[in-house]
């Protein structure tokens, strides 16, 4: 079945440091790929997504590519602020059954120190 | 404000008890989900409906009978439930169920604790 192997964390920056959280996927068919934001107490938010190879997804300074060959879908930023502590969730979305199906990673913890 | 609602924040519940975990959205979307989030697991899908019909049931234990009275209204009801059920339950919508591209709107969810 389809599945999501993202970077364990916490991973701790100092602001305006350049992050990476690796993501890499296993599906059978042609998945749309996500990024996902979780902040303190809140529920899940989509930052970003791709739905077909060598598409960029980008929002707030954020993007990942979708690499088809290296099934990857990392996710970059190039100046990291506190506010940017959160949870991040890579996800792949593929109709299962005729339904969309979301697979989700375990998340990955980031914490940004001023 | 996502436009998914849902009550209560925390719920702390003994085995014994019933309770029901509810989940409104505001954004005329066809489709609704269930979704178990625990400590260092992925998010675990339990149960989909689009347009007020059941169309999945991700081989969830019987202790949790979801309930859709119309397409704006999810409910998670609970009974006799196990320690290992303690999780942050997320409700999502999304605008449809039948792409695969489509964005999940969640509520913040409900902080769920079993004695």
């Known amino acids: 079945g389809d599945s999501v192997t993202q970077m364990e964390g916490p991973v701790t920056l100092s602001e305006e440091a350049f992050l990476t959280i690796n993501c890499t996927y296993t599906?059978?068919?042609?998945?749309?790929l996500f990024w996902y934001v979780q902040y303190p107490g809140e529920g899940l938010q989509l930052l970003l997504k791709a739905t077909k190879a060598d598409d960029k997804g980008s929002n707030k300074g954020f993007e990942a590519t979708y690499r088809k060959e290296t099934t990857s879908f990392h996710l970059e930023k190039g100046s990291v602020q506190v506010s940017d502590s959160a949870v991040y969730f890579c996800a792949l979305s593929d109709l299962g059954q005729g339904y969309q199906k979301v697979t989700f990673g375990t998340g990955t913890k980031l914490q940004v120190i001023p | 404000e996502t436009g998914v609602t849902q009550t209560p924040r925390h719920l702390v519940m003994g085995m014994t008890n019933k309770k029901s975990l509810k989940c409104e959205q505001h954004?005329?979307?066809?489709?609704m989900y269930w979704y178990k989030q625990s400590a260092k697991k992925p998010l675990e899908l339990m149960f989909v409906y689009s347009l007020e019909e059941r169309v999945e049931n991700n081989s969830v234990p019987s202790r949790f009978s979801p309930e859709c009275p119309n397409s704006s209204h999810l409910f998670l009801h609970l009974h006799t439930l196990q320690p290992e059920d303690s999780a942050l339950y997320l409700c999502?919508?999304?605008?449809?169920?039948?792409?695969?591209?489509?964005?999940?709107?969640f509520g913040s969810g409900t902080q769920l604790s079993v004695l």
């Open positions: 599906a059978t068919g042609y998945p749309s």
């Open positions: 999502a919508s999304s605008q449809d169920w039948g792409r695969a591209n489509e964005k999940l709107f």
């Open positions: 954004l005329g979307h066809n489709a």
